[in-house]
């Protein structure tokens, strides 16, 4: 493609597929390579669901949860971490460990509020609240993953879950600019099934919400 | 089945919402997939305050009854090596559904046009050899042009030719793929490039009426198609006033 300025470049295609790796058949050192590379992007989930005891993810029942709140992003978890989170009434129960080109989780529970991390914390007073707090970036090819490796540990009958996240204002789209509008501001998305009362205006077409929020 | 190709101009995917839009198809289901980026939003569809809190994700199946209509909406693109295993998915599907025919809406880049593709229509077809044998003579009376193939080795030998359709996605996987597997698909695309694309949009579902007769054909058709309401601040918010 020819820029105005009259260079050649290769644009990259909204298509999604890259034309050199389409023609390109895998040779077995690929497919090694390649099966390396998602061995290092697994996503981990570890419980520690008996205080002292740790439980793999894969091992035992689904464990019974009611409400499961999920902060995506480092300031939903901080809101999560200055007005719900404390040492008394909250325990960590958990934690994802992943790596990607733009995060890696600490291996310890311990964490800093600059760190990135994915924690898991339960109620003490009623044990079937769950909250999240994952400030690392979850890159797209392990957001499928993340879902299917932290829903599957838990009965989802009854259950009731909510996603905490953060949007740049300046990514809203609406008539007026953006520039003019009393930031920051809540929407929201609900599935048919919830049936309660929603605390803020719905999300207008044509926002949309991506990456481990939508997932 | 109509479905798009995630596509250069995402021409084929906004051609599927104005099929979806206009003949006002309801929503029969969707696609739980780790190959497309994740994404959700309310209705793009919505005609009022009722119908606009239903929740919408990235690949959902529409259906019109009175046409034996399905379609596939695709709203994001694909994650990193995984258009394969999609293709493959998506092809089983259409066999286990004994889906009769299949349409591909998708779009190649203007630029890789050569000489003789730059005059005429940008609008080209690609039929497998199962629905040439049922269709071909109609595509025939409507004097359509065929995507023409690219010489494998241009310029060291020019007599082998090959399928080429740079920016269109998994369109030549699906094609060839449907080729081998006795599928009847039908790929209709436009050459365009990225930009405002709606008008390409509309360009492609008149290309695709004037075979398939979805809405009445008349002199301006361009109107008869309905835009979703989801189309509206495409090229982001309103202006600043501070700006002038």
Known sequence: MATFFGEVVVAPSRSGVDEEEEAREETPEDREIRRELEKKREVDVHWTLKSGATAESSAGEPFLCSKFIVAIGHNAAAFLSSFILDSVCWEVVGVVKLWNEWCRTPNTTNVLPTDSFCLFYRLISDPTVLLCQCSCYVAEDQQFQWLEKVFSCMQKESLQVTILSTCPVADYKTQESTLTLPSPFLKALKTKEFQEHVCCPLLEQPNIVRDLPAA | ?244
């Open chain 2, 1 to 244: 089945l109509f479905q798009p190709a995630v596509s250069v101009g995402n021409v084929g995917q906004l051609a599927i919402d104005l099929v979806i839009s206009t003949l006002d198809m309801t929503k029969v289901g969707y696609f739980y997939t780790d190959c497309l980026v994740p994404m959700v939003g309310n209705n793009p569809y919505a005609t009022s305050e009722e119908n606009s809190k239903e929740l919408s994700i990235n690949a959902e199946v529409y259906l019109l009854p009175s046409k034996k209509l399905v379609v596939l909406q695709i709203r994001s693109p694909f994650i990193k090596n995984k258009y394969r295993p999609f293709c493959d998915t998506l092809l089983s599907w259409v066999k286990s559904c004994n889906c009769a025919r299949v349409v591909v809406l998708s779009s190649s880049h203007a630029y890789q046009r050569d000489d003789e593709q730059l005059l005429g229509t940008p609008l080209r077809y690609l039929l497998t050899p199962d629905l040439e044998k049922a269709v071909g003579g109609h595509i025939q009376e409507l004097k359509w042009k065929e995507m023409e193939k690219v010489a494998a080795y241009p310029g060291v030998n020019d007599t082998e030719k090959v399928l080429h359709i740079p920016g269109g996605g998994i369109t030549k996987l699906l094609f060839t793929e449907s080729c081998s597997k006795g599928i009847q698909m039908a790929v209709l695309l436009k050459f365009c490039s990225e930009g405002d694309n709606i008008p390409d949009a509309f360009a492609l579902v008149s290309y695709l009426n004037d075979w398939l007769q979805l809405i009445k054909s008349e002199v301006n058709t361009s109107s008869q198609w309905k835009a979703p309401s989801s189309w509206r601040l495409l090229f982001g918010s309103g202006l600043p006033p501070a700006l002038f």
